[in-house]
Every structure is written in C-alpha cells, then in structure tokens.
C-alpha cells in the first residue's frame, strides 16, 4: 500500500545525546503527529523513511488484530510514538 500522506519533521538534540525526531502526516482524512527517538542523528531523507517503514508496520499490525483477542502480536515500540491531530 502506498502512502500518499505528506511528512515534515524537526529535530531537537536532547541531554543524553540522543535525537526527538518530532513528525507532522499531513492527511486531509486522518491528520497526525509523533516523535521518534534515534540514537544518533541521520539525513532527512532516512528518518523520513524510518518513520514510513514504521507506520507501515504499524498498520500491518492492526489489520492482524484479532477480534476476539485484541492485543497487538507484537511487542510496543517505545521509540515510536503516534497521536492523532
């Protein structure tokens, strides 16, 4: 499935070294935002991509929800984090 949905982020170095990536998805259907927290800085172009790799993964997980046993199969992913606008 392809994403159309359009994606800005800004950067902010925290104390311990690490980088908040702070992310918009511009969707005139379902705008949201989120962080993501990576170990080192990256280019534009790759965080970018990261964070599509995760959404993507993000739905797949959610269209295998069972509906009699609604847990995620998978672990939470504490570096990754979606609310919705």
């Known amino acids: 499935m392809e994403t159309t949905e359009k994606i800005s982020i800004t950067t902010k170095t925290l ?3 690490n980088c908040q990536v702070k992310f918009f998805i511009e969707d005139e259907r379902k705008p949201q935002y989120g962080y993501l ?3 080192e800085a990256k280019p534009v172009g790759d965080i970018i991509e990261e964070i599509k790799s ?3 993964r993000r739905r ?3 269209m ?3 509906p009699f046993f ?3 199969p998978v672990e939470e992913d ?3 984090y ?3 606008a």
């Open 78 to 80: 504490h570096k990754f």
């Open 60 to 62: 797949e997980e959610m």
């Open 64 to 66: 295998n929800l069972n």
């Open 70 to 72: 609604p847990l995620p």
């Open 82 to 84: 979606l609310f919705s």
């Open 15 to 17: 104390s311990s070294g």
């Open 54 to 56: 995760r959404l993507e």
């Open 37 to 39: 927290l990576m170990t």
